[in-house]
């Protein structure tokens, strides 16, 4: 019988010796639980998880407005501490280093960028102010040292928000209005930008705190952004100066969103455009009742407005003068993706069927009996 290629043909027939260097296969598979078991157990322990280096800005604070505590600024060291008065106990000011600041914008134009302390040297002054709760020696930072471009991400909380967006997800009306009253901004190197403002806003109307909403308005804050005002995508691997998508988010477009009716007429009322456009916009996650599911992820308020139901919205932006008939909005940054046909359709032709009905009920209140 020929064996085939690279096989050796064995006759079952006759006695063959085993090998004494071949071990029995039950012996060998005997022994690799054993080999395995003792290379596991001389492995380290895996490392402990590494906490978080953020501050979640929603989790309240414990203000602390002892009058003893003070801001110092020790030249020798270059760094600010705070020091109670009373007892005489210091508490070190650390900066936090898992980003690394660049001076502003701001201070790289200023010939008064290079003066002691510095703008980030201020900054995260500021930051240990609110990690503290020492809310009230932010005057003290901005009056005694020469002021500073609130301007600024707070690297150390999650989300890098800047002081006004800490404030509102803080639910401190006083922080706020410190924040921009008239006295504080006069000290400011630079005002608060009308985006940092309208990011704010956005927020508020997130938490639909009526109280801060209407402290931003009064003080100057609009209900839209700018096509300039939304940063182009990253270029490189530093990131901290890109704001997650949703800061952009117009104000009216939350409010539909969370269908808040009190906050839909409050910011038309304050000159909101009935035919903001925005980019996208998400449903909630997850499989309850109340889950929104959002098809229509760029476009205008009014379509996000009929694909979630809000016919009272609907009727309402219409009467204030909405076009159904504009384009879609678009961002050269950014590539809209398409909306399900079925979708658009179903937006579209319920559209069209209530701006027909309410030209024919324009046209018959016009008729008069002679």
């Known amino acids: 019988m020929e064996p085939f290629i690279g096989f050796t043909y064995v006759n079952p027939d006759k006695n063959v010796q085993p090998d004494e260097n071949v071990q029995p296969e039950d012996e060998v598979l005997s022994k690799k639980p054993r080999e395995n ?7 380290p322990p895996p490392p402990p998880p590494r906490p978080s280096p953020f501050i979640s800005p929603s989790v309240k604070i414990a203000v602390d407005e ?9 030249e020798e060291a270059k760094t600010f501490y705070f020091y109670n008065r009373s007892n005489s106990v210091k508490q070190q000011i650390v900066p936090q280093t898992f980003f690394p600041r660049y001076p502003s914008k701001q201070a790289q134009g200023d010939s008064s960028g290079s003066e002691v302390p510095s703008q980030i040297q201020k900054e995260d002054a ?25 301007n600024v991400q707070l690297l150390s909380f999650q989300g ?4 006004l967006e800490f404030a509102v997800e803080q639910e401190n009306t006083k922080l706020l209005e410190m924040l921009i009253d008239e006295e504080m901004v006069a000290t400011l190197t630079k005002v608060v930008d009308r985006a940092n403002l309208t990011r704010a806003l956005g927020r508020a109307v997130d938490r639909q705190d009526m109280a801060i ?8 804050a609009t209900c839209e952004f700018e096509d300039s005002d939304r940063p182009p995508p990253p270029t490189e691997c530093y990131f901290p100066e890109v704001y997650p998508e949703d800061d952009y ?25 009935v035919n903001v456009g925005y980019h996208d916009l998400t449903g909630d996650l997850g499989f309850s009742p109340t889950s929104q599911i959002i098809d229509v992820r760029c476009g205008r308020v009014i379509q996000v407005a009929k694909e979630l139901g809000r016919q009272d919205m609907v009727e309402l932006f219409l ?7 504009l384009p879609q909005p678009t961002w050269q940054f950014h590539d809209c993706p398409m909306i399900p046909r079925a979708v658009y359709f179903r937006v579209t032709a319920g559209l069209r069927e209530l701006e027909v009905a309410r030209e024919a009920t324009r046209d018959s209140d016009e008729w008069v009996l002679v």
């Open 37 to 43: 078991v003792k290379q596991k157990s001389s492995l």
């Open 66 to 74: 002892n009058p003893d505590w003070k801001l110092v600024w020790e």
């Open 126 to 150: 500021l930051e240990g102010i609110l990690k503290t709760g020492y809310f009230h020696l932010i005057p003290q930072l901005l009056h005694e040292y020469g002021g500073m471009d609130l």
């Open 160 to 163: 890098l928000p800047t002081p």
């Open 213 to 220: 909403v209407n402290v931003l308005l009064a003080n100057g």
């Open 249 to 273: 988010m117009p104000p009216l477009v939350r409010a539909v969103k969370l269908g808040s009716m009190e906050l839909v007429r409050l910011l038309l009322a304050q000159g909101a455009d």
């Open 319 to 325: 009467e204030m003068g909405a076009d159904i008939h």
